[in-house]
């Protein structure tokens, strides 16, 4: 067994749990729970219905974590998100009273219905992990998550994310329709008590902590990292985009194919494990050029040219010492 193993099998748990819940959408589980242990914030775009809140909500309470839900609309305020200082007339001094951003897993429920100066609220916490109030800074828990969900069919009433703001997403998901044995399924389970009502933790905050450090001690070769340059490099060099992938995605790739290895119980990364998780991490930062948008090209098209555009290494597991 490797050092990764029952760290994985942790992993792994997560996953099987809140599949108990949302049917079918295996690996868009196994992306939200990379995106834990390697703390990193998700969007989460789809159609409504078909499960972007509860896959939030079961996640958070697979972990073992406090979670706190924000509705996003055009009236909410950035105090709203973060907290406010209200004056104690007893002690004669302000206090601090928290926002739901200070919980450990945080859904940000339609975040483009909100004002791009409440939007601003989130980067601080998403990207310091800590708020300002009052000129006064808040350390937020440990671990710490964002998943905000967004309908990208519905454009009356929302305001377009900036590039800064998709940037600081870890990776993208979409959950898609259920098919028609899933569907079935679905209501089979809803039929007489809804799954999410009997769902129990599976591990705890702390767990999540030690998974979180686990997984930054697994190996990744220089080859491998290369890789990741080689694929971040081709999105901007790339003639269907206007601007390509920042550093800030390469840091993604490396930190998420850790965690790729870890759930699959393995100490040291492989290409394959940068490849399955290229296009979350990929797609939504890049933007395109106005006539690869009116060919029809997407983000997810041009991830795909690029992975098979740029050639795989062949990548070397760690050899450890008396070996």
């Not at 998943?147 to 940037?167: H, K, R, S």
């Not at 008590?193 to 591990?203: A, C, I, N, S």
């Not at 100490?267 to 395109?288: E, G, M, N, T």
């Amino acid at each position: 067994m490797t050092v990764a193993a029952e760290p994985g099998l942790h992993a792994q748990s997560i996953v099987e749990n809140v599949a108990r819940v949302i049917v079918g959408k295996t690996d868009a589980i196994k992306l939200g729970v990379i995106a834990l242990i390697a703390r990193g914030h998700v969007l989460i775009e789809d159609v409504p219905g078909v499960g972007k809140t509860m896959l939030a909500r079961s996640l958070a309470r697979s972990a073992g974590c406090k979670f706190r839900r924000i509705q996003f609309t055009p009236d909410i305020l950035p105090s709203d998100v973060t907290g406010v200082s209200v004056y104690n007339q007893r002690d004669n001094e302000f206090e601090f009273r928290p926002g739901p951003i200070m919980a450990e897993i945080v859904l940000a429920d339609e975040v483009n219905r909100a004002t791009p100066k409440t939007q601003s609220a989130l980067l601080e916490a998403m990207e310091e992990r800590q708020v300002t109030v009052d000129g006064v800074t808040y350390g937020l828990p440990r671990p710490f998550m964002v998943l905000a969900t967004q309908n990208p069919i519905e454009y009356e009433g929302t305001f377009p994310l900036p590039e800064a703001q998709l940037d600081r997403f870890f990776l993208r998901i979409g959950l898609g329709y259920p098919d028609a044995a899933e569907e079935v399924s679905i209501m089979n389970r809803q039929q007489m008590v809804d799954p999410f009502d009997t769902l129990e933790p599976v591990t705890t905050p702390a767990e999540i902590a030690t998974l979180q450090d686990a997984a930054r001690s697994i190996y990744i070769d220089d080859l491998v990292k290369e890789y990741i340059v080689a694929l971040v490099s081709a999105t901007r060099s790339h003639p269907d985009t206007s601007l390509g992938a920042s550093p800030r995605a390469s840091l993604a790739l490396m930190r998420g194919a850790q965690a790729r290895a870890l759930m699959d119980a393995r100490d040291y990364v492989l290409p394959d494990d940068v490849k399955s998780i290229a296009s979350a991490v990929l797609s939504h930062r890049v933007i395109l050029a106005p006539g690869a948008r009116m060919r029809g090209a997407s983000g997810e098209t041009l991830v795909a040219e690029v992975l098979g555009r740029v050639p795989v290494p062949g990548a070397k597991p760690r050899v450890k010492a008396g070996r």
